[in-house]
């Protein structure tokens, strides 16, 4: 999820096929070069630079180092579901600057928020759920579910279908 902010809401641009196969390019290989790029979309190196610069530069594309948390000592994971009483949005942003708070989704239905946890051991999330979570003003209700078992993990978020 983005940053939750009371900016301006950005006003989507359109992609070009080029655009989409260099996403798509880099979604698969966040640190291939340009020069490679430029082979794979038929551009010059240049033309590629100033494409990707201008894609991360507009914010449509970010390129991170994603980890892998069951390989890490980040072995517990969980989804919160959490009721809020008052505005989610503010809460949404004090629960984002919770460091085991991996993703904050605003959301419909029975839960205002989604938080995704990424804990050490089933103490440490009781920790971070207790004197973490619940001490967030607007928190008026949690229901934690634990993962057992991962069937598909996708580290690209938002991964576009080109």
């Known amino acids: ?11 989507p641009r359109a992609l070009d096929n080029t655009d ?8 698969d290989d966040g640190r291939a070069s340009f020069t490679t790029l430029a082979k794979s979309v038929g551009l010059s190196e ?4 100033q494409r990707v610069q201008r894609l ?3 914010d449509m594309v970010r390129i991170v180092a994603v ?20 505005d989610p949005r503010e809460t949404a942003r004090q629960l984002a600057k919770i460091p085991h708070v991996h993703q904050v989704a605003l959301c419909s239905g029975r839960f205002d928020l ?7 051991d089933d103490d ?9 979570i619940r001490t967030v003003p607007g928190v008026a ?15 690209v978020r938002g991964k576009l279908m080109v």
């Open 1 to 11: 999820m983005g940053n939750v902010t009371a900016e301006e809401p950005r006003v």
């Open 20 to 27: 989409r196969r260099l996403i798509a390019l880099l979604q």
């Open 46 to 49: 240049g033309a590629v630079r």
């Open 56 to 58: 991360m530069r507009d």
């Open 67 to 86: 980890t892998a948390p069951e390989r890490l000592d980040r072995t517990r994971q969980a989804m919160v579901g959490i009721t809020i009483d008052g």
């Open 114 to 120: 989604l938080a995704e946890l990424l804990c050490r």
């Open 124 to 132: 440490h999330l009781l920790a971070v759920l207790a004197d973490e």
């Open 141 to 155: 209700s949690t229901e934690l579910f634990v993962y057992l078992g991962l069937a598909k993990q996708d580290f």
